[in-house]
Each structure stands twice: as C-alpha cells, then as structure tokens.
C-alpha cells in the first residue's frame, strides 16, 4: 500500500524537536525507529500530516551508567545496541536476552526501547522486565520535563500517560539491591514471535531466604501488570519447588488475559503459572539472566 503524503522534519536539538512538536500538535507523530509507524502509515492506520523525526537527537542513543542514578537508556537505544551493550551485560543480562527476543535482527537493527515503551502493547517485550527493576522515564516537552515510574506510564493497551507534544527521553534503571532478575516468554515460533504470554521477575534472595520479588506479566491483560500477591507470598520465605509453584499459581490467578487467535484467555493463565514459576527458579538460580 502508499504512503499517505506528509512533510517530513529532522531538528537537530531536543529543544527544537519539543518546539516544532508544540507547534504542530496533533497534526505530528513522532518518528524514532520507524518499524511501528511506517507499518501503520502504509496499512493506512495511521495518517498523520507532519512526521517529526528524533535522528538527530545522538543524545537519546546512550546506554551508560550515572553515579547516584544508575544505568540509564536512551530512548533512541535500538533493540541491538541493548543486546550488544556491555555494560547491560555485565549488570542486567536480562535485559539483553529480552532485547534478543524481539523480532527479525533487521528489525532489532530499528526498533527502539522508546518505541517499545510508548506504543503501549500489552506483549511488548521490554516494558515488563524494565518494571521488575524498577525502572523510571524522564518526559520531555516544549513546557518542561517530568518523571514517572514505567509502571504508571500505561493505562491500557495502547493507552500510556504521554502527553501530546511529550518526548520520551531515557529510562533509568536504579541501583537496587535485586539479586537476581529475567524475562521470559511463550512464543507461536522458536524466535522473534510476540509473546503469548510473557514473565518477568526481580527477586531479593538472603541465602535460602526470599527477602523480596517483582513479578511482571506480559499478554496477561490489557495492559502489562504487576503480580503482587504472587509477590507478597514470597516475602521472607525460605525457597522451595512448592513455595515457587504457588507463587506460580496465583500470579495466574491474578492476571486477565483474553482470548485471541494466538491462544486463547486460559492457555495464558496456564503459560503464566508455568512461567512464573520458571522464571523465579532462573533468577534465584542464576541471577541476572
């Protein structure tokens, strides 16, 4: 299918772009790796006048780590540069094996982590094991900028806080004291499939003790969600296959997926139970991976 016309903008400062944005309003969409909104332009969903794009904006592409702050990702990271970034290696693998999951290597080659936050689909990959560390994104606009928790940030399935006119600048993973964390996730293909379902967890673990845990759902409900019951269970209880399998249980119990052609509302529970528990295991077991 065509494209619809559109004028196309490339400022060169995060100033300019916010300005530019500000001006146009909902005549603009903003342009980062481009693989969710030129799909959605030539499909014909999406016609926008004006098409702002961040290319320029090389301070949006880093992945570093901030004293007193902690790691903080561009939004303009690609899904590749996260799988490849040392320093996300060396602190939060997990991070990079969710990164790897995604999709073809040419469209890791595109698609951004701020693309990924802020489209809002509810089996996106990175949004549920950012939210187990605990993540935060800073928004900017020509009015100022704020900060949130990633977990406040969505509201619904394709539904988040952003504002008209708002950019997503970074996000920015805290020092904590999670020893270990990881995502994981059912398929339709062996890689690159959206996820079925998808588990993410960070987990506190004293010797045999659980001191702590998130539990991230993905595909579970309209929206990615918390497990916190499921988390509370685990609270100061030593580690056992049975105390894992019911923390497996009621994060299924919890969650509200639905039916689709990809599997259907109870196919998802039982993938959630299965997960979850499996998901605990390998970060109690093997830390950040």
Do not use: W
Not at 35 to 57: A, R
Not at 197 to 216: K, L, P, Q, S
Request: charge should be positive.
């Amino acid at each position: 299918m065509y494209m619809p016309d559109f004028e196309y903008h490339a400022p060169g400062t995060m100033a300019e772009a916010c300005k530019l944005l500000a001006e146009l309003g909902g005549k603009a969409v903003i342009l980062a790796g481009g693989t969710d909104v030129l799909h959605k332009m030539k499909q014909g969903k999406m016609t926008p006048e004006h098409l702002v794009s961040l290319k320029n904006l090389d301070e949006l592409r880093s992945i570093r780590y901030e004293a007193g702050r902690g790691v903080v990702i561009g939004s303009l990271a690609t899904h590749n540069n996260l799988y490849t970034s040392e320093l996300l290696q060396n602190k939060y693998l997990s991070i990079p094996m969710a990164a790897h999951s995604m999709a073809s290597n040419q469209i890791r080659n595109m698609g951004t982590v701020g693309g990924n936050i802020v489209n809002g689909v509810p089996s996106a990959d990175l949004p549920p094991i950012l939210i187990a560390l605990n993540s935060t994104i800073r928004l900017v606009s020509a009015s100022g900028e704020r900060s949130m928790a990633l977990e406040e940030f969505f509201h619904g399935s394709a539904q988040t806080a952003i504002a008209p006119g708002e950019i997503l600048a970074d996000i920015t993973i805290p020092d904590q004291a999670a020893t270990g964390s990881t995502y994981m996730k059912f398929g339709l293909r062996r890689s690159g499939a959206l996820a079925v379902a998808g588990v993410a967890v960070t987990v506190i673990i004293d010797g045999d003790i659980v001191r702590g845990a998130r539990i991230v759902l993905s595909s579970a409900a309209p929206t990615v969600m918390r497990a916190r019951d499921a988390e509370e269970s685990l609270k100061n209880k030593k580690v056992s296959e049975k105390l894992l399998a019911d923390a497996g249980a009621m994060a299924a119990a919890s969650s509200r997926p639905r039916d689709s052609i990809r599997g259907s509302a109870e196919y998802r529970r039982n993938l959630v139970e299965v997960l979850t528990k499996r998901a605990l295991d390998r970060a109690i077991t093997k830390g950040h991976s």
